[in-house]
């Protein structure tokens, strides 16, 4: 049943604003993904970020503390660089190696919070994300890692090298895990670049931008009208988004074609 109550401004403005953090790492980024055929490679790094949260919370840290934050880094950067490692040892077989660590990683923290009597309720948090409840203090931290990402990539991706990918990619993902939990991460990352992959750097960026931001605008949107998850509901607009929107801006381009 539809009701416009939960048309909260003052929390929806901040997971919106989450959203777009999201999206200014994850877009470039994911075209890089997309481009090098290594898709599950985010699935796999957030779910080992996710790990180390959970072994941070296993010690009587907080989730959302300081401790957790460096424990989920620490654990990302490990996983990138064991990823880097076997990239060229793996060949073919990278995707299949990436999805082996995701499912390892999966079911560490399974394990590791079996005896938990919250445990699925953490599982869950880190899977479908908690976007509504973010705070600024979060978001304010994670825009300046987005905005530090995304200088280093566009300045200097032709001199950091491969592994400087893998640092780039374990930070970014860390962040947004945090703030939008491991599904929503990998659909902000793969889905709007997926969509735009046939265009120019700079046709598929602003595709993609379009894409994520009317994904996630409409998705909180509709998450708060039928009172639904906002993460599930989300990753099911991008993925609308993405076949819905390329098709109306190139009808919309032949028409302005036309009639000029």
């Given at each position: 049943?539809?009701?416009?109550?939960?048309?909260?401004?003052?929390?929806?403005?901040?997971a919106?604003?989450?959203?777009?953090?999201?999206l200014?790492?994850?877009?470039?980024l994911?075209?890089?993904?997309?481009?090098?055929?290594?898709?599950?490679?985010?699935?796999?790094?957030?779910?080992?970020?996710?790990?180390?949260?959970?072994?941070?919370?296993?010690?009587?840290?907080?989730?959302?503390?300081?401790?957790?934050?460096?424990?989920?880094?620490t654990?990302?950067?490990?996983?990138?660089?064991?990823?880097?490692?076997?990239?060229?040892?793996?060949?073919?077989?990278?995707?299949?190696?990436?999805?082996?660590?995701?499912?390892?990683?999966?079911?560490?923290?399974?394990?590791?919070?079996?005896?938990?009597?919250?445990?699925?309720?953490?599982?869950?948090?880190?899977?479908?994300?908690?976007?509504?409840?973010?705070?600024?203090?979060?978001?304010?931290?994670?825009?300046?890692i987005?905005?530090?990402?995304?200088?280093?990539?566009?300045?200097?991706?032709?001199?950091?090298?491969?592994?400087?990918?893998?640092?780039?990619?374990?930070?970014s993902?860390?962040?947004?895990?945090?703030?939008?939990?491991?599904?929503?991460?990998?659909?902000?990352?793969?889905?709007?670049?997926?969509?735009?992959?046939?265009?120019?750097?700079?046709?598929?960026?602003?595709?993609?931008?379009?894409?994520?931001i009317?994904?996630?605008?409409?998705?909180?949107?509709?998450?708060?009208?039928?009172?639904?998850?906002s993460?599930?509901?989300?990753?099911?607009?991008?993925?609308?988004?993405?076949?819905?929107?390329?098709?109306?801006?190139?009808?919309?381009?032949?028409?302005?074609?036309?009639?000029?």
């Amino acid at each position: 049943m539809m009701s416009v109550e939960g048309l909260d401004i003052s929390i929806l403005a901040p997971a919106f604003l989450a959203g777009i953090i999201v999206l200014i790492t994850h877009i470039p980024l994911g075209r890089e993904v997309v481009k090098r055929g290594i898709i599950f490679i985010d699935l796999a790094i957030a779910q080992i970020a996710g790990l180390g949260v959970i072994i941070a919370f296993q010690f009587g840290w907080e989730m959302h503390g300081l401790e957790a934050q460096v424990a989920a880094v620490t654990s990302a950067l490990l996983g990138a660089w064991l990823l880097h490692s076997i990239e060229k040892k793996a060949g073919e077989h990278l995707e299949a190696l990436i999805g082996v660590s995701f499912v390892l990683a999966a079911t560490a923290s399974i394990l590791m919070l079996a005896h938990n009597p919250h445990g699925s309720e953490h599982i869950k948090e880190l899977l479908v994300g908690q976007i509504l409840w973010v705070d600024w203090s979060q978001i304010l931290v994670a825009a300046v890692i987005s905005m530090i990402v995304v200088f280093v990539w566009f300045n200097f991706k032709n001199k950091i090298g491969n592994i400087g990918f893998y640092i780039l990619f374990a930070i970014s993902i860390t962040s947004a895990v945090q703030l939008i939990g491991v599904y929503l991460v990998f659909t902000s990352l793969v889905v709007p670049a997926l969509a735009a992959a046939k265009y120019q750097t700079k046709p598929a960026l602003a595709l993609a931008g379009i894409i994520g931001i009317t994904g996630y605008l409409s998705g909180l949107i509709a998450s708060a009208l039928f009172d639904l998850p906002s993460g599930a509901v989300i990753v099911w607009c991008l993925a609308v988004s993405a076949l819905v929107i390329p098709v109306l801006l190139s009808k919309l381009f032949i028409t302005v074609k036309n009639n000029s």
